[in-house]
C-alpha cells in the first residue's frame, strides 16, 4: 500500500516508519523540517519526504493525493494554547484529506473513558471528533500509558526511581491505568492498516496489567533491583506536583503540568477482541521495561520524546540555525593539535549525556539546574545514543542542528534559558587541528552582561573540555 505518515519525525512516527517499510509499503513521511530526516538511513527502501506545516493549510496542497491510508500521529502537550493547535491542525489535515485516493486514516488517541477529563485528554477527543466527521473512514487507536525507551512516560519513572529512594508523592499515586509496551502499540498501528472491519470504529489499546502509577514505580524499581519507599500524601495541589515532576525529572514544566492532570483521571481501557484479531501478544509491564532497557544498554534507541520536544527558544527549521551569525556577536574561540584524529571525533561525538561535558561537569550540572530554576529545560534530557547523534536530536540543553563524521563537525543550538542566541561547534581539520567555537548573539543589554559575567568561566571550562577531547582521546 501507500502510506501517508504524519508526525514522522516523533517518537511513535519513527517506529511506525520502520515497521511499514520492512513490510514492503510506500510511505510518504509528512514534517514541517525536511533536514530532520536523512533518506541515507533508508537505503533501498520505498520511502518519500513531503514538506508541510498542518496549522497552515496553504503547505498542504503540494502534498500527493494518491495513497491508500494516512497515519494521524501529531500531537502537543506543550503551550497554553496547543489545545486549539491540535484542533486547527486537524481541521486543515481533514480538509486535505477530504480531496485524497485515502481509504482510511488511522489515528492514535488516548483512552477516554471517564466523565471528567484533563485539558490533555478532551483535547485527544476533540481531535478525534474533528478527524471522523471528514470523508475518510477513521480507525481510532486510543492508547493509555506507552512504555518503550525514549518515550516521556518511561523516562519520567526511570528518572523517579534512580534518583529517589524515598518519594513523598501526592494521592494521585493511587490513580489505575494500562500501561501498554511501545511495541504493541506500533503492532497495533501496522495491523490495522487497511483492515475494511476496523474503518469507522475506535478502540482502546492497553497492555495486560492493570496498576496504579504506585504500583508502576515499584516494579520499575524491582526489575532495576532497587529498594524504593513511597509515602502519598493528600495536600499537594497539581502546581506542586507540577513542579516536582519538573525538578526531578527530564520534563519540561508545561509537560509536567499536563501529566499531572491527566493522572488524577484513570485511564482503564474498555474491553474488546482486537489484539486477538491482529494476532497481538500483550507484552506484560515489567517485560516492557526489561525490553526497554536491553535496547538503551545496546544504544539501540530510535526515538525518544524529547527530540520532538522544542522549546520556544528553537522555534524556526533547523536550516535557519545552520548558519552561525559573524557580526554582532561575540565568540570564544579555541584550537588544539590532537595525535589521534579518529578518537577525537569519537568523543565529541559522545559528549553530553552519561559522558558528561569532560572538564568541570559539576558546572555544567550547575548551569542546568540554574536553568530549571528559569524554567528552562535543564540538563537531565541526555542524550538518546552514547555514540551517535542527528539533526534535531535533544542533547542534555542543546540541540543538534548539524551531525556529520564525514566532514567531522558537529553544531548545537542552545536550548537553555538565555538572553540571547547560542551555538557551540566542533570540527577536525585536515591538519588535525580541533577546532571548538562557542558564539553567542546577545539580546539588548542583559544579553551583553550575561556574555561577560561568564567571560571568566568560559576560559577555563572551554579549555578544559577541549583539552580533554584531543588529548585524552
Known amino acids: 500500500m501507500k502510506i501517508l505518515l504524519t508526525g514522522a519525525s516523533?517518537?511513535?512516527?519513527?517506529?511506525?516508519?520502520?515497521?511499514?517499510?520492512?513490510q514492503g509499503h510506500e510511505v510518504i513521511c509528512v514534517m514541517r523540517d525536511k533536514a530532520r530526516f536523512s533518506l541515507e538511513d533508508y537505503q533501498d527502501k520505498k520511502v518519500s519526504v513531503a514538506e508541510a506545516d498542518l496549522l497552515d493549510a496553504a503547505t498542504l496542497k503540494d502534498l500527493p493525493t494518491d495513497f491508500d491510508v494516512a497515519y494521524y500521529l501529531v500531537h502537543s502537550m506543550s503551550g497554553s494554547n496547543f489545545s486549539e493547535n491540535e484542533k486547527k491542525s486537524a481541521h486543515n489535515f481533514v480538509e486535505f484529506l477530504n480531496n485524497t485516493q485515502a481509504k482510511q486514516l488511522v489515528y492514535l488517541g488516548g483512552i477516554v473513558n471517564e466523565e471528567k477529563l484533563s485539558q490533555h485528554l478532551l483535547s485527544r477527543k476533540a481531535v478525534e471528533e474533528i478527524l471522523v466527521k471528514g470523508k475518510v473512514p477513521v480507525t481510532a487507536l486510543r492508547a493509555g500509558i506507552i512504555v518503550g525507551s525514549g518515550s516521556a512516560s518511561f523516562e519520567i519513572i526511570r528518572d523517579l526511581v534512580e534518583k529517589l529512594p524515598v518519594m513523598v508523592a501526592p494521592k494521585w499515586l493511587n490513580t489505575k491505568c494500562q500501561p501498554i509496551a511501545i511495541r504493541n502499540v506500533v503492532q497495533f498501528l501496522c495491523g490495522v492498516a487497511g483492515r475494511e472491519d476496523t474503518y469507522a470504529q475506535n478502540f482502546d489499546i492497553y497492555g495486560p496489567d492493570t496498576l496504579t502509577y504506585r504500583q508502576m514505580l515499584l516494579q520499575f524499581a524491582e526489575v532495576r533491583?532497587?529498594?524504593?519507599?513511597?509515602?502519598?500524601?493528600?495536600?499537594?495541589?497539581?502546581?506542586?506536583?507540577?513542579?516536582?515532576?519538573?525538578?526531578?525529572?527530564?520534563?519540561?514544566?508545561?509537560?509536567?503540568?499536563?501529566?499531572?492532570?491527566?493522572?488524577?483521571?484513570?485511564?482503564?481501557?474498555?474491553?474488546?477482541?482486537?489484539?486477538?484479531?491482529?494476532?497481538?501478544?500483550?507484552?506484560?509491564?515489567?517485560?516492557?521495561?526489561?525490553?526497554?532497557?536491553?535496547?538503551?544498554?545496546?544504544?539501540?534507541?530510535?526515538?525518544?520524546?524529547?527530540?520532538?520536544?522544542?522549546?520556544?527558544?528553537?522555534?524556526?527549521?533547523?536550516?535557519?540555525?545552520?548558519?552561525?551569525?559573524?557580526?554582532?556577536?561575540?565568540?570564544?574561540?579555541?584550537?588544539?593539535?590532537?595525535?589521534d584524529p579518529d578518537k577525537a571525533l569519537d568523543r565529541i561525538f559522545s559528549i553530553g549525556g552519561r559522558s558528561g561535558w569532560y572538564y568541570a561537569n559539576w558546572l555544567?550540572?550547575?548551569?542546568?539546574?540554574?536553568?530549571?530554576?528559569?524554567?528552562?529545560?535543564?540538563?537531565?534530557?541526555?542524550?538518546?545514543?552514547?555514540?551517535?547523534?542527528?539533526?534535531?536530536?535533544?542533547?542534555?540543553?542543546?540541540?543538534?542542528?548539524?551531525?556529520?563524521?564525514?566532514?567531522?563537525?558537529?553544531?548545537?543550538?542552545?536550548?537553555?534559558?538565555v538572553p540571547g542566541e547560542a551555538w557551540l561547534e566542533f570540527k577536525i581539520g585536515d591538519d588535525n587541528c580541533v577546532k571548538q567555537t562557542a558564539t553567542f548573539r546577545p539580546l539588548g543589554l542583559w544579553g551583553r552582561l550575561y556574555w561577560y559575567s561568564m567571560l571568566p568561566f568560559h576560559y577555563f571550562i572551554f579549555k578544559g573540555m577541549l583539552n580533554k577531547i584531543a588529548n585524552d582521546a
Open 10 to 22: 516523533g517518537y511513535i512516527g519513527k517506529r511506525l516508519l520502520v515497521i511499514l517499510l520492512e
Open 225 to 339: 533491583q532497587l529498594k524504593r519507599r513511597i509515602f502519598t500524601v493528600p495536600v499537594m495541589t497539581p502546581r506542586l506536583s507540577s513542579y516536582w515532576l519538573y525538578f526531578v525529572t527530564s520534563t519540561s514544566y508545561p509537560l509536567a503540568k499536563n501529566l499531572v492532570e491527566s493522572m488524577k483521571v484513570d485511564v482503564v481501557g474498555r474491553p474488546n477482541d482486537l489484539a486477538q484479531r491482529l494476532g497481538i501478544a500483550l507484552i506484560p509491564y515489567k517485560e516492557a521495561i526489561r525490553i526497554a532497557f536491553d535496547k538503551i544498554e545496546q544504544n539501540m534507541v530510535l526515538s525518544s520524546w524529547n527530540d520532538s520536544a522544542f522549546t520556544d527558544q528553537f522555534s524556526q527549521h533547523l536550516s535557519h540555525y545552520i548558519k552561525v551569525p559573524e557580526y554582532g556577536v561575540f565568540k570564544d574561540k579555541q584550537s588544539q593539535k590532537t595525535k
Open 364 to 417: 555544567w550540572e550547575f548551569r542546568g539546574f540554574l536553568d530549571k530554576l528559569f524554567g528552562g529545560v535543564g540538563l537531565r534530557r541526555g542524550r538518546k545514543n552514547a555514540r551517535e547523534v542527528a539533526p534535531g536530536e535533544a542533547l542534555d540543553f542543546w540541540r543538534v542542528i548539524h551531525s556529520s563524521r564525514k566532514e567531522k563537525r558537529l553544531l548545537l543550538y542552545a536550548e537553555m534559558k
